[in-house]
């Protein structure tokens, strides 16, 4: 005999668990078919130091949010140029992130909601990726607000603000 709902409560959770997979499927043609062309990814670095910012940074970790979540205002991020070159400011905005994902992976922590440890810094990152361009700029950012969760659409958004610094794009090594 099949599982059945025991309360509307639980029966509203395993109906959104349900349509999110659906709405997954939904946002994964759009970014197969190109309509969403930037990959998001959280990039968790060890420093070497002990603490953050203090030695090397290492990459220990990278998850690229799947399906590609739609990303908003990029084109409003400003250039400026400061003593140490050319620096990213702004914010924008990130939505339609998969329900699978949890507000502790969405802030880095891990899993069962360990907040990264003193050395391990965490931040998004942002990248145009199309045919017609070589290695992309990564473009790095640190959440402005916590991951809204909206079951009503199915999805989580989280706004970004641009952080100084980044990979090298041709390395993937932290500068």
């Given at each position: 005999?099949?599982?059945?709902?025991?309360?509307?409560?639980?029966?509203?959770?395993?109906?959104?668990?349900?349509?999110?997979?659906?709405?997954?499927?939904?946002?994964?043609?759009?970014?197969?078919?190109?309509?969403?062309?930037?990959?998001?990814?959280?990039?968790?670095?060890?420093?070497?130091?002990?603490?953050?910012?203090?030695?090397?940074?290492?990459?220990?970790?990278?998850?690229?949010?799947?399906?590609?979540?739609?990303?908003?205002?990029?084109?409003d991020?400003?250039?400026?140029?400061?003593?140490?070159?050319?620096?990213?400011?702004?914010?924008?905005?990130?939505?339609?992130?998969?329900?699978?994902?949890?507000?502790?992976?969405?802030?880095?922590?891990?899993?069962?909601?360990?907040?990264?440890?003193?050395?391990?810094?965490?931040?998004?990152?942002?990248?145009?990726?199309?045919?017609?361009?070589?290695?992309?700029?990564?473009?790095?950012?640190?959440?402005?607000?916590?991951?809204?969760?909206?079951?009503?659409?199915?999805?989580?958004?989280i706004?970004?603000?641009?952080?100084?610094?980044?990979?090298?794009?041709?390395?993937?090594?932290?500068q």
């Amino acid at each position: 005999m099949a599982d059945r709902c025991t309360g509307d409560a639980a029966c509203g959770v395993n109906l959104i668990a349900n349509l999110s997979k659906v709405a997954d499927n939904i946002r994964g043609v759009a970014g197969a078919v190109g309509l969403r062309p930037y990959t998001v990814s959280i990039i968790k670095v060890r420093w070497t130091g002990g603490r953050r910012g203090d030695g090397v940074p290492e990459v220990i970790d990278t998850l690229m949010l799947d399906p590609t979540p739609l990303v908003s205002s990029i084109s409003d991020l400003d250039q400026r140029l400061e003593s140490y070159g050319l620096a990213t400011m702004g914010i924008v905005q990130v939505s339609e992130i998969s329900l699978r994902y949890d507000e502790d992976v969405l802030l880095g922590n891990d899993e069962d909601g360990t907040p990264p440890a003193d050395d391990v810094e965490v931040f998004y990152e942002i990248a145009l990726r199309t045919s017609l361009q070589g290695d992309p700029v990564l473009r790095r950012f640190t959440p402005v607000s916590t991951p809204a969760y909206d079951p009503g659409n199915l999805q989580y958004s989280i706004r970004l603000t641009a952080a100084r610094g980044g990979r090298d794009r041709y390395t993937g090594l932290p500068q």
